[in-house]
């Protein structure tokens, strides 16, 4: 997990991994489920809608957790949730859909490389260029002798 997965995140966000897999583990659900879902849950009943992957339904905590908070842990059949998913569907598909757009932009190297060369390549910019290294005006001190060992 790298910190700067994080930057930019919407507030209130965050990022948890598991280091077992690249699924969600029934201690991150329960983890999830207990400090960010419970403080917006609505008083009374709740029907909490689920893919089928049974870190939701494994762990005796949750299942105890969610019965003495009313929360009714309904879980779609697996490998059904591309279809039946009504958060998946819509919504997820148009956020993947800007997520692709980005990243393909990103992937254009040269498009990225080329903008930022314009940003870069100034005149003061390769003017200290020579001037760190000690080509112009000649500078034998700019460069340590420990970097010729």
Known sequence: MKAELCDGMSPASGIRMSEKSA??????????????????????????????????????????????????????????????????????KVLRDFIMRRAEEWLKFGKLLGESYVKSATINNVVSAFQATGIFALNPEAIPDYAFL
């Not at 659900?29 to 008083?43: N, Q, V």
């Not at 779609?76 to 949730?81: F, G, I, M, S």
């Open 23 to 92: 699924y969600v583990s029934s201690e991150i659900f329960l983890d999830w489920l207990e400090p960010d879902f419970m403080p917006r849950k609505a008083s009374g009943r709740t029907l909490l809608i689920l893919d089928g992957h049974s870190s939701y339904t494994t762990n005796i905590e949750t299942l105890e957790f969610s019965e003495q908070h009313e929360i009714i842990l309904f879980c779609l059949p697996r490998h059904c949730t591309h279809y039946m998913n009504f958060w998946i569907v819509p919504f997820l």
